[in-house]
């Protein structure tokens, strides 16, 4: 085993960490419009397509040969591979500082409706210096760590919840609704289609052979949490009531009850937020960081840790702010890139790079 590297599980784990970010941000709002109180069937049909995909993806990367960060390259030669790279390196840049931006105003307006958001951007763009000096490793070791944390937190939300889900908030479910069952699990999958960047990292992993089944494991986990998830906010709530609440993950937790009283366990999806963001921003930057290293001096890429955080800080401030426009960079515009990048162009470059290595 090379030194420094990562197992699939690891890689897994972080994965499915970051992934429950955009899962509690955006579910089940982002089905809703279609699906309406069927929402929760359209996360079962996107978690079946997502893990079919993802095996796609890892059966088209094991074909191609071990690729990772240089993926692109070894696909399409060395400057389509190097202008590939860097639009996604920049892509999930900007895309983590629509993260940064999404994040705080949910907290701003949950717990802090008259500050100003800036100073929370300012202290969470410095925290992330923090993962991304550290040594690769560490941060998917840091993963496993935390898991047992956010699984925990998730369970007691679902188990205190389970018993104020009200059947007909999520039945009847006929035939007539399934048109828009199925278009309700587009913006699912598009949410899932962040676990396909993790693959980029695919040659950091000491057993490629365990990487299709690790994947389709942990994007199963996730499609399993996503699920659960839209049942109990539905159940409890119903769908038009979800659809008019900012977040809500959050008002279920609030609604919980313990002993008889009024237990206000708002640090449980707190907890969910802050932690699945900081991982998926620190993830995705450090797939950046491996994408930009062929393509910068070895100068330019020691200041990447400090950079990027402060590129994704300035992409923060600049984008819409407010709820409108932090909306649609969060529930429409980055979920559509993040599809399209994952669905259609790296299977196009794997696909690509396969004929290449078999006219040889």
Known sequence: ??????????????????????????????????????????????????????????????????????????????FFGGLFSALYALWLVFYCGIVLRSSVERLVSALYPESAPWLFMIVTAAALTVPLSMKKKALFRAAEIVLPLIVGCLAFVFIFSVKDIRPRFLLPVGLDGAGGTAAGAIPVLEIFSVFAFFLLASHEVSD???????????????????????VVTIGTSSAPLCADFLSPALTVVRNIRLFGTDARVDSVIFAVWVITDLALMASLLKIARELLAALLPKRAVRLLPAAEPAAVLLTAVLISGGATGVAFWSEKAAPAVNAVLAALVLPLVLTVGLIRKNSR
């Open 208 to 230: 490629p052979e365990r990487l299709m089944r690790e994947s389709a494991k942990w994007t199963g986990l996730a499609g399993i949490a996503a699920f659960l998830l839209c």
């Open 1 to 78: 085993m090379k030194s420094g590297a990562i197992t699939s599980r690891q890689l897994g784990i972080l994965a499915f960490l970051s992934v429950l970010s955009p899962i509690v941000r955006l579910l089940p709002n982002s089905a809703i419009g279609a699906a309406g109180s069927a929402a929760w069937l359209s996360t079962l049909l996107a978690s079946a397509a997502a893990v079919f995909f993802v095996i796609l993806l890892s059966f088209l990367l094991r074909k191609t040969g071990k690729c990772g960060g240089n993926l692109f390259s070894r696909s399409l030669g060395a």
